[in-house]
């Protein structure tokens, strides 16, 4: 059988033809991973809105998009410009990896890209880096380096499969634990944000409105996502309180805390969130614990050096940075 040679215009025809199926897929990526549901059940992609099942004929990447309208064929409903842009945006990226690397590292490198679409997509809309996804990448990145030892090119001449997954190795260790070091330092400079108020204000806690919305812990007007003050099991939330009130009756005044699944009341008593309805009262002061850096950035940082080695840290950190002043 006659194949042309790598450097042949019509090998990018399935390079895009693949970027874009797996922009697809990465669409159900990005919907379901954040929500907790299942990328395969159902197997089917369906509309955010009305819930009907999209059937293979109105799921084409790119063209179906374009001829709907943007919309859904059953309820009308418009469906986010995102879903075409990921597919495009993958489909560019396989095509440009396939013209700048040679062969040897292009499926690797596929499924890098794939990752930090996906990952970049989902931080975008819910300020949050899945680690389920950079796990699998790390994972992805080391059996990369052991199949072509030549994948962290940017840390040296390649040589066999053990000096690849040392490369790889060395590379997670650094990027992850690197960071690592920063957030915990950042943690112990930077780990809590105090407000003191004049007159006292009011404070609740906030139970989710629909399957999307996070709790919020509401303060003198100000809404704080559940999630963005308890990254850690050890992290508190201190309200020095002129009343508090626990399912709309009065409890007393004094130091509140506040853990992710609980309550202590001044007196030492200890209620578990699902097992009150409400949560409020006014406030003098609070005490809200706070990260520098987020732990995801630090998976994704290993996950980075898993595929390019150490180098390859080095080298994102620097562009990040580059890119972080513009």
């Not at 062969?103 to 680690?131: N, Q």
């Not at 609980?262 to 406030?283: C, F, M, N, Q, Y």
Request: glycine share 10%; proline share 7%; net charge neutral.
């Amino acid at each position: 059988m006659f194949l042309p040679p790598f450097d042949h215009w019509l090998w990018y025809i399935p390079a895009i033809f693949i970027g874009a199926c797996v922009g697809s897929f990465l669409n159900v990526v990005i919907y379901r991973v954040p929500l907790g549901l299942s990328v395969n059940e159902p197997k089917r992609s369906f509309c955010p809105k009305c819930r009907k099942p999209i059937p293979m004929r109105r799921n084409i990447p790119l063209l179906s998009w374009l001829l709907l309208r943007g919309k859904c064929a059953d309820c009308g409903a418009p469906i986010a410009f995102r879903y075409f842009a990921v597919e495009l945006l993958t489909a560019v990226a396989f095509t440009a990896i396939w013209w700048v690397f040679p062969p040897a590292v292009v499926l690797p490198l596929w499924v890098m890209a794939a990752l930090v679409i996906s990952i970049t997509f989902i931080d975008a809309e819910h300020l949050i880096i899945p680690t389920g996804l950079t796990w699998a990448g790390s994972v992805a990145g080391l059996a990369g380096c052991v199949l072509w030892p030549q994948l962290p090119v940017m840390a040296g001449t390649a040589g066999d499969w053990k000096s690849g997954l040392l490369q790889g190795g060395i590379g997670w260790a650094v990027g992850f634990f690197g960071l690592w070091v920063v957030v915990e330092l950042g943690k112990m400079a930077f780990g809590k944000k105090a407000m003191k108020f004049d007159q006292p204000v009011e404070w609740m806690i906030r139970e989710p409105v629909g399957d999307q919305d996070p709790m919020l812990f509401v303060i003198d007007g100000e809404e704080i996502p559940w999630w963005d003050i308890f990254s850690r099991k050890t992290d508190r939330l201190i309200v020095e309180a002129g009343d508090i009130r626990v399912n709309h009756e009065s409890v007393g005044k004094g130091t509140l805390v506040i853990r992710e699944m609980e309550i202590e009341l001044p007196d030492g008593t200890v209620k578990r969130l699902e097992e009150v309805k409400s949560v409020d009262g006014t406030a003098l002061s609070v005490v809200i614990p706070r990260e520098a850096m987020g732990m995801g950035d630090v998976h994704l940082l290993g996950m980075t050096g898993a595929f390019f080695g150490w180098t390859g840290v080095l080298f994102s950190l620097f562009a990040a940075s580059i890119f972080a002043i513009f």
